[in-house]
């Protein structure tokens, strides 16, 4: 117990060592003349980010920003969250529908979604709709594709003891394939929020005027390096947050996936 | 006694091949009512084949299978598996796992609890009702599974090598629990193994298996009196003799 917190502590050094010199680096970076010209150093980007919470940026601060690009990635990522388990595991569990399904499937899959944006701004106008839909294509390809193989994969001793212990068809996608999927599914949803998130802020780069994204758009149009650092540093963060909530979201539901607990 | 019992399970010219490969060449036999039969043969002779061809696991391709005279058919009659593999899911605990299959018949809660506390008791997983699978070691994984089969009171109860796993004391005991709960319970049993000692410890009747295509290749009638002591020289003549029957070269 004592020596996995002396790890865990290990790890945390570890981990500033590599920040604090990523921070000195760029700051010595920036001391170069000619380099600060495109380049802000870290305390200015930081000065500016803490700031941008009291001062709007365009007509909103920063807070406002953030909670509305987070509510696009919400919405988007619910519904793929949803839609994308329930098409998987179907996909998965009935060969009828995997036969019909999974070519299509398979043929939209490898689509980026960038390439989606335009035909989606037309269908969808550049209103908040669009942004959901492109969320909702970034998370839906990975969960589909995860949850599929998840109801692929579930054991064939225990389908057989299920049965043996007479779950109809029924009972055996709701208490079997559905709780042996979990761990390929929680795989899926780690993937999709970080796909969801570049969705949206790719999103609010090509047409918005509000949102993190938009943040950094507005910086290069005005040439406001410090803006457009500002909101990078936002994304980043942001997404961090969005992995590692999610990664206790699987703590929690696969409890019993991990050994010697 | 034997002659008034009627016949649970009657399997009539069973056929099962994978392809060109026939395993289960024309196999006929009856099983009476509260039977406990052990199955032997070589190992590969198609033993696993023939359990899954009679709960329908697989699709036979020729025969026919009855239980109380009618085409066996899971919803319908109470039949439990025990396999060679673990088969706990992995997702409930030990006490979950124990009651599943209530679950799915719908058991009442009280009863439900009453058969689970049971069970868990008679196997020794009490203490470990709230451990996942995972956690607990590879012997009480099989212990898992046997709780779970008995907890339904099935009226036929199929096992594919249990034992194989376990260290020999836990298998004495478990063993000697399969005994007293068939005794208990009246059901009709049939166990493979490829441990011919285990086969005289349990057995009313020892069929033997010839290698595949694998039919019937006899039927030994096994008296010896219970509690039955593996030392004794009856035990070890039977022994040697179902050894001997076993023999294909």
């Known amino acids: 117990m004592l020596e996995r917190k002396a790890k865990m502590w290990q790890k945390i050094a570890a981990a500033a060592v590599s920040f604090a ?57 619910i519904a ?70 998840g109801a692929k994969s579930v054991d064939r001793t225990i389908v057989n003891a299920a049965r043996m212990l007479g779950c109809n068809d029924r009972q055996m996608f709701f208490t079997i394939v559905i709780p042996a999927s979990v761990p390929a599914i929680s795989a899926g949803l780690q993937i999709g929020v970080a796909s969801a998130w570049s969705s949206v802020v790719a999103a609010e780069l090509v047409r918005s005027s509000s949102g993190v994204g938009w943040i950094v758009v507005t910086g290069q149009q005005n040439n406001n390096m410090t803006q457009i650092l500002v909101g990078i540093l936002v994304i980043a963060v942001i997404g961090l947050l969005l992995a590692l909530l999610i990664r206790r979201v699987e703590d929690v539901l696969c409890r019993w996936n991990k050994r010697g607990r | 006694m034997t002659e008034q019992r009627k016949v649970k399970i009657r399997v009539d010219h069973l056929t099962k091949k994978f392809g060109d490969l026939t395993v289960l060449d024309d196999v006929s036999f009856d099983v009476k009512e509260g039977e406990f039969l052990c199955i032997v043969g070589p190992t590969g002779c198609g033993k696993t084949t023939f359990l899954n061809s009679v ?24 039949i439990s598996y025990i396999f060679q593999e673990f088969s706990a899911m992995p997702w409930l605990t ?6 599943f299959g209530l679950d799915i018949k719908k058991v009442p809660k ?101 290698n595949k295509p694998c039919h019937v290749k006899t039927v030994i009638e096994n008296t ?23 023999k294909w070269w």
Not at chain 1, 38 to 66: C, D, R, W
Not at chain 2, 186 to 192: D, E, H, M, Q, R
Request: proline letters at 5%; a negative charge; aromatic letters at 10%.
């Open chain 1, 80 to 149: 793929a969250t949803i839609l994308g388990i329930a098409l998987g595991l179907t996909m998965g569990w009935y060969r009828g529908f995997e036969a019909f399904m999974r070519p299509l499937f398979e043929l939209v899959r490898p689509i980026p979604t960038l390439a989606w944006i335009p035909l989606v701004i037309l269908w969808c106008g550049i209103g908040e709709l669009a942004k959901y839909v492109l969320v909702f294509i970034g998370a839906f390809m990975s969960i589909v594709q995860n949850a599929y193989h």
């Open chain 2, 110 to 210: 009280d009863r439900k609890k009453e058969l689970v506390d049971e069970m868990l008791e008679i196997v020794g997983l009490a203490d470990f009702r709230n451990f996942y699978p995972q956690q607990v070691s590879t012997s009480m994984n099989q212990r898992i599974g046997i709780a779970r089969a008995f907890a339904t009171k099935p009226e036929i109860l199929l096992m594919d090598e249990p034992y194989g796993q376990l260290d020999i004391d836990l298998r004495f005991k478990l063993e000697d629990e399969l005994i007293k709960l068939w005794k208990k319970t009246g059901t009709t049993v049939l166990f493979i193994t490829h441990n011919v000692e285990e086969a005289v410890y349990l057995s009313e009747h020892i069929m033997v298996l010839t």
């Open chain 1, 21 to 77: 010199l990523l921070i000195l680096i760029w700051q010595l970076a920036a001391m170069n003349p000619q380099f600060s010209q495109v380049m802000p150093g870290p305390f200015a980007v930081l000065q500016k980010f803490f700031v941008s919470f009291v001062e709007p940026i365009g007509k909103n601060v920063m807070l406002q920003h953030m909670l509305i690009t987070l509510s696009r990635w919400a919405a988007g990522f």
């Open chain 2, 94 to 99: 030990i006490e979950q796992n124990v009651g």
């Open chain 2, 224 to 246: 010896l009196p219970r509690p039955r002591d593996v030392m004794s020289l009856e035990f070890v003549k039977m022994r040697d003799h179902v050894t001997e029957m076993i």
């Open chain 2, 55 to 78: 709960t329908k696991l697989y699709d036979i391709t020729a025969g026919q299978i009855l239980v109380n005279d009618e085409e066996v058919d899971l919803k319908k009659h109470n």
